[in-house]
Each structure stands twice: as C-alpha cells, then as structure tokens.
C-alpha cells in the first residue's frame, strides 16, 4: 500500500514491560513524526525525526520513551517499564519535506497503535 | 507555548444544516492552519489546510479562512450530510523558520450528523 503503516494494530502489555511500536512511512517522505492521542484529545507531539537523526524530541515525556529511525525509512518508539499512564493511541505521521510552508508538504498519518497497559 | 482551543463538541445536526466548528489559536510569528477529519474506524486525514494570513482552504464543500487578526480558522459547511460525521481537529505547525512543524491539536469535535 501506498500509505503510512504502523503495527501491531492493537498491543497489550503489563505494568512495568517493555515495548516497541514500528512505523513504515510512505516511500521517500524524509520527515517522519510520532503523536500519542489519550482518549478525548487531540493528538500531542512526541518526536520529529529528518532523515536518520530526531530533529526534534522535546515532546517526549520522559526517558523512558526512545525512538530510532536508523535508516531513514521505518521508526521504532520504545517505551520501558511501561505504566498504566502510557495507554493511549500513538499515531505516526509522515511528510515529503518537512516543512509546512510548501502545499504539497502535508503531514500523512497512519491509523495508529493502540497500547493498553494493564 | 503553542495551542489550539476549538469548540467543544459533540454536535449534531439534521441533514442540510449549515455547520461552523470554532477554532482559535495562540502561536507566535505567521503559523500554517490545518482541519483534520477522522472518521469513524479510520485514521487522521488532512481536510484542508491555509499558509497565511487571509488565505481560504477548501475540500469536500468545507471552508475555513485563516483570520490572522483574531487568531481564527473557523471551519463552515453549508449543508452537511450524513457521511459528514466524523471527528473534526484543528491544528497548527510553527511559522517558516521555526525548524520543526509538528502539529498542535485542539481537542477534537465529533459531529453527528442525522438524516
């Protein structure tokens, strides 16, 4: 397929286990973002990665959240020691540049993990 | 910091009534504005966005005019229909320059619309 894929589509987990989310962006989209969506919210912010190196990761809400994108393309969010907070969808995005300003440079989305931590 | 306040939800409307979801917004500099739509069982999908000031951005019979004077971006339809239901979110990326565009989001409106 063409667009942003993410799996699992469902994960859950117990208190205190480790975890790993993998995004598969849209070929050749240099951007690549991840958001976490609680239940009656927009979607927030975690991590903005250009290329291979996170651009931007001032929306991680502590180290226990890791992401890598080693070769450009698919991203792995890690979470350790996962807490019962940690529930909610996370949703990856990707766009061709990067920026916002050009009109073909939209952020695509795909249609998320949803983690449940016991 | 950044954020985006929309109004709260949930809507209903009948079938050909005239829709207006509120956004405003806090952001410094000239931001990018965004109306994203997810419908039911679906993933986040860009409705239309505006660059700058005074700036309209259309798709699928909606509306929304980036009003830099009262920080706004309403989103309109004229008559909306049944297939329109879905959860609506604004959002804005960071001005030209800024270096990283992730999005803000409001909270989210979920429209129902009935036949």
């Known amino acids: 397929g063409a667009g942003v894929s993410q799996t699992p589509s469902n994960k859950v987990t117990e208190k205190g286990k480790y975890v790993e989310l993998r995004c598969d962006p849209i070929?050749?989209?240099?951007?690549l973002y991840w958001y976490r969506q609680s239940l009656g919210q927009g979607p927030e912010f975690l991590i903005y990665?250009?290329?291979?190196?996170?651009?931007?990761d001032s929306g991680l809400p502590n180290d226990r959240f890791f992401a890598v994108r080693p070769e450009g393309s698919v991203s792995t969010l890690k979470i350790q020691r996962t807490e019962r907070g940690d529930s909610a969808v996370y949703l990856c995005?990707?766009?061709?540049?990067?920026?916002?300003?050009?009109?073909?440079?939209?952020?695509?989305f795909g249609p998320g993990t949803r983690l449940t931590v016991l | 910091g950044d954020s985006v306040t929309q109004m709260e939800g949930p809507v209903t409307l009948s079938e050909e009534a005239f829709l207006t979801i509120n956004c405003t917004y806090t952001?410094?500099?000239?931001?990018?504005l965004f109306w994203y739509v997810q419908y039911p069982g679906e993933g986040l999908q860009l409705l239309l966005k505006?660059?700058?000031?005074?700036d309209k951005g259309s798709n699928k019979g909606f509306e929304a005019t980036y009003r830099k004077e009262t920080t706004s971006f309403h989103l309109e339809k004229g008559s909306v229909q049944v297939s329109d239901s879905a959860v609506y979110f604004c959002?804005?990326?960071?001005?030209?320059?800024?270096?990283?565009?992730?999005?803000?989001f409001g909270k989210g409106t979920k429209l129902s619309v009935i036949p």
């Open positions: 505006a660059t700058k000031a005074d």
């Open positions: 995005a990707s766009s061709l540049f990067g920026t916002a300003i050009s009109s073909t440079d939209t952020q695509y």
């Open positions: 070929s050749g989209h240099t951007a």
């Open positions: 952001a410094t500099g000239y931001p990018s």
């Open positions: 990665f250009q290329g291979t190196g996170a651009a931007d």
């Open positions: 959002a804005l990326s960071a001005s030209p320059g800024a270096g990283s565009y992730q999005l803000t």
